[in-house]
């Protein structure tokens, strides 16, 4: 990348390295939201529905590995995923891949979280009515996923915000290869360190940028779901 | 809506699989090596030509040398490219590595503020100026993460008569001495901000654009001479390792084509490397 | 009209029924039978235990002491009874799709759930409401509609608990003239009410509690006519209120 260029005019020419970058970050960003999503909705689901021994004792572990450190997912990430480790021989290690799974382990206890909380507060609410209506408990389920998809979709866009901001899992276990792990977040932490700070001002703005359009979504979301189902 | 998740599942796990195995079978090779050859520019300048050459993708994996080593070690790279000769030597003589093949050397420089409080400005015995530091006592900043650049910088220490890593494992040093634990860039970054001095290597230090307040203090001590070198990663050891791609790297990089590419890395027309593959006792 | 099988949940027996929350005896030995017919209307202070007996005979809840049964059997899945409650909660869709909601839970086949969905909502005096967000209708709106949900399942047995408690006088003759056209068509309704007049104008059958028991109970115009209890005496005069 040519880091003589002014920021501005990297961001605004849609520069390829600038944008093979920022497409790199809300590829692995998206794809771990996913599979964080079908993880963490039934983990949610099911924390909020049955009882069972130990249920307050889930709730509070869900609610706390929300805050994670990305550093440390990082390295018991790194440790697993090195040839040297139990999980060597996939040779994930330094790749996109690893950086999928690295964020997809700090996401989906987000979305498993949030998703207990709403689908429990709606549960509340359905709970007498869907017993009324004879509904069995598989129903019972979908019918509190659906009805609560929006606000699950705000959990979903969290979860995004978290994974598309954090650098310290993945610049471990990525390692930062430039043209092939190199995001956003591992890209400003570079070029701040190199003291190119305008090419690394100019990223931090497209992922402000990001940040606010993802928020923008999640209040359409959310405001979407109040008009449409009241 | 069950099936199509299912179907979504199944999709991502092709996705991933497929793009794993891709990348095992593309010619590619990982080189750890550190955040110094990096932050010079040297490898975006010189991995194009080599990639055009053979048309083996290089990855490179900037930690600090401690850091380098430890993932050939581990069997995560195919090739380790650092600076640190007795580091690099023990590192083949442990079985990580084949052989230790010279490529290039530049040298370190002392960098400080333009106000030079310790009254350095100029010295030509790098030693002198560590001791008068150490004296007044000005600011110092050390990488202090086992990288090439701080293993000299505690090798010169020494040589001034300062065994900083005793002195900091009893407490005795004071708060003058700060050891940050990151990379050179960090460090410059650092020392500009704090009115340090700290030790860099030539190349990161006339590619780094937040110069601020700091320039050159002190320079062309014999004793600031920095050695490169370049190992493949024991197949024997790590049987994962891509050892005729790597090989083939190592064997550019010592040819008379990969060290004249070498040569010809400037910044601002000054030279940064010096190829030396050749010599001996280096 | 009917599309299902040939067993019946009528008549209803409560044998000796108790139900007992911790140490209160929220109802005590009651026997009761619900039989084909007019509509039975439970009456009675707060705290009778109204809404609990009705609960047992529709079977959401199961009682602690004595049986229910349901056409002679204990343990009928309630696939041909609906129950309203006294504050039926909306679920976050369209009215019709309320409707259809209970239209698939009752599994009624999918090509006919438009066509019974309006018929539905027409009963209840809700044509055109179909597309708007439940949530948003008002008290009375989300009463019929809840009414509408039930008879989706195209019960033989309903069950409202307290169906105008909430409602203004419009919106109560809309509810009560839609309990009025139910009955007709045959489906036992089994309602609770706090309204003397309401009792007065739809009841076939009186139940009166107290207390968790059934103090009395028989043909509503004998009630009215004269209660045999001096329960049933004072609750007519409006004496009876806890």
Same mark, same amino acid.
């Given at each position: 990348m040519?880091?003589?260029a002014?920021?501005l ?5 849609a520069d390829?390295?600038?944008?093979a970058?920022v497409?790199?970050?809300v ?21 909020a ?7 307050e ?6 609610n ?15 440790l697993?995923?090195?040839r040297s480790?139990?999980l ?7 790749t ?6 690295a ?5 989906t206890?987000?979305i498993?979280?949030l998703?207990?909380?709403?689908i ?8 007498d ?6 509904v ?10 659906w ?5 699950l ?8 915000g978290?994974a ?5 899992a993945i610049?471990i276990?990525g390692g930062n ?5 190199r995001t956003?977040t ?9 003291g ?6 100019g990223?931090?703005?497209v992922l402000?940028?990001i ?14 779901g109040?008009?449409?189902a009241? | ?9 199944l999709a991502a796990?092709a996705?991933?699989a497929?793009v794993s ?10 080189v ?6 990096q932050?010079?520019?040297l490898f975006e300048?010189?991995?194009?030509l080599f ?9 490179v994996?900037?930690?600090g040398?401690?850091?380098a080593?430890?993932?050939?070690r581990?069997g995560d790279a ?9 580091q ?6 442990e079985?990580?590595?084949v052989?230790?093949?010279p ?9 400080g503020p333009?106000?030079d ?5 100029g ?5 002198e ?7 007044k006592p ?8 086992r990288?090439g ?11 001034a008569?300062?065994?900083i890593?005793k002195?900091?494992s009893?407490k005795?040093l004071?708060?003058w001495?700060?050891a940050i634990g ?8 650092t020392?500009?901000?704090s009115?340090?001095?700290?030790l860099?290597?030539r190349g990161t ?13 002190v ?9 490169y070198?370049?190992?493949l990663?024991?197949?024997?050891k790590?049987?994962t390792?891509?050892?005729?791609l790597g090989?083939t790297?190592i ?7 990969g060290?004249?590419?070498i040569a010809d890395?400037k ?10 593959a050749?010599?001996?006792g280096? | 009209?009917s ?7 009528l ?5 000796d029924?108790?139900?007992r929350?911790r140490?209160?005896a929220?109802?005590?030995?009651i026997?009761?039978w ?6 039975t209307?439970?009456i009675?202070?707060n705290?009778a235990g109204?809404t609990?007996?009705?609960q ?7 009682p602690?002491?004595?049986r229910? #049964?349901?056409?002679g059997?204990p *343990?009928?899945?309630?696939?041909r +009874? ?7 909660t $909306?679920l @976050?869709?369209?009215?019709a799709a309320n409707?259809e909601?209970a ?5 009624v086949?999918r090509s006919t759930?438009p066509?019974?969905?309006a ?7 809700l044509?055109?409401i179909?597309?708007r967000p439940a ?7 989300q ?5 509408a ?8 047995v309903?069950?409202l608990?307290?169906?105008t408690a909430?409602?203004d006088p419009a919106a109560?003759?809309a509810i009560?003239?839609v309990?009025r056209?139910?009955a007709?068509?045959?489906? #036992?309704?089994?309602?609770?009410? *706090?309204d003397?007049?309401?009792a +007065?104008r ?6 009166? $509690?107290? @207390?968790?028991c ?7 115009a004998e009630f009215?006519?004269?209660?045999k209890t001096?329960?049933g005496?004072r609750?007519i005069?409006?004496?009876l209120?806890v």
């Open positions: 040519p880091s003589d002014s920021a005019q990297l961001v605004l020419g390829p390295a600038l944008m970058i497409g790199l970050s590829t692995v960003s998206l794809l771990a939201v996913g599979f964080a999503a079908l993880i963490g909705l039934p983990i949610g689901a099911v924390v529905l049955t009882r069972f021994p130990g249920r004792a889930a709730i509070v572990a869900l706390a590995l929300m805050g994670l450190p990305p550093v440390v997912v990082g390295l018991a990430v790194f697993l995923l090195s480790g139990p060597g021989s996939w040779g994930l290690l330094f996109p891949q690893a950086m999928v799974i964020q997809t382990i700090l996401v206890p987000i498993a979280a998703a207990r909380q709403t429990e507060d709606l549960w509340v609410e359905y709970r009515e869907l017993a009324a209506l004879n069995g408990p598989f129903r019972r389920v979908t019918t509190l996923i009805d609560a998809r929006f606000s979709l705000t959990a979903l866009l969290a979860g995004f978290r598309a901001a954090e650098v310290g610049i276990v290869i430039e043209g092939f792990t956003m591992t890209a400003i932490a570079l070029e701040t360190s190199k190119d700070l305008p090419l690394a001002i990223l931090g703005i402000i940028v940040v606010i359009v993802v928020n923008a979504l999640a209040w359409i979301a959310r405001r979407a109040e008009r449409f009241g | 809506m069950k099936t199509r998740r299912t179907a979504i599942v796990i996705l991933l497929g195995t891709a990348s095992a079978q593309d010619k590619s090779i990982v750890a090596s550190t955040t110094s050859t932050d010079s520019g300048y010189l991995l194009p990639t055009k050459k053979t048309g083996i993708a290089v990855k994996v900037a930690q040398t401690g850091q080593l430890d993932t050939g581990r195919d090739v380790v490219f650092v600076h640190a000769k007795a690099e030597e023990k590192f083949v003589a079985g990580h590595g052989r230790r093949y490529v290039m050397y530049n040298d370190f420089v002392l960098i333009k106000s409080p310790a009254k350095v400005k010295m030509k015995d790098i030693t100026a560590l001791k008068t530091i150490k004296a000005a600011s110092f900043i050390s990488r202090g993460d990288s650049t701080h293993s000299a910088e505690l090798r010169l220490w020494k040589a008569d300062l065994d890593e002195e900091l009893a005795n004071g708060p001495y700060k990151q990379g050179m860039g960090a460090a410059l970054n020392a500009g901000a009115g340090g001095y700290v860099s290597d230090w006339l590619h780094f654009k937040n110069k601020g307040d700091l320039a050159i203090v320079e062309g001590d014999k004793r600031l001479f920095n050695q070198g370049v190992m990663v024991n197949p024997a790590h049987p390792v891509k050892k005729e090989q790297f064997d550019w990089v010592v040819s008379p084509e060290q004249k590419a890395y910044i601002n027309g000054l030279q940064l490397f010096f190829p030396n050749g010599a001996s280096v | 009209m599309m299902h099988g040939p067993a019946a949940d008549p209803i027996v409560l044998q029924v108790s139900y929350v140490e209160i929220i109802l005590d030995r026997s009761l619900l039989v084909p017919g007019a509509p209307v439970l009675g202070p705290g109204k609990t007996l009705l047992l005979a529709m079977g959401l809840i199961e602690t002491g004595g229910v #049964k349901w056409g059997r *343990h009928v899945p309630p696939l +009874r609906a129950f309203v409650r006294q504050r039926p $909306m @976050r869709r369209s009215a409707v909601y239209l698939a839970s009752a599994a086949t759930w066509a019974r969905t018929e539905l909502l027409s009963l209840v005096g044509d055109g179909g597309p949530r948003r209708l008002s008290g009375g709106e009463q019929r509609l809840a009414l949900r039930a008879l989706a399942r195209d019960p033989e309903l069950f608990d307290e169906p909430s409602l109560t003759k009560e003239d309990i056209a139910v007709a068509r045959g489906i #036992k309704v089994v309602m609770s009410t *706090h003397l007049g309401e +007065r739809l009841a076939g059958e009186i139940v009166l $509690m107290h @207390r968790g059934v103090v009395e109970s028989g043909p509503a009215f006519a004269g209660p001096s329960e005496r609750f005069a409006g004496e209120l």
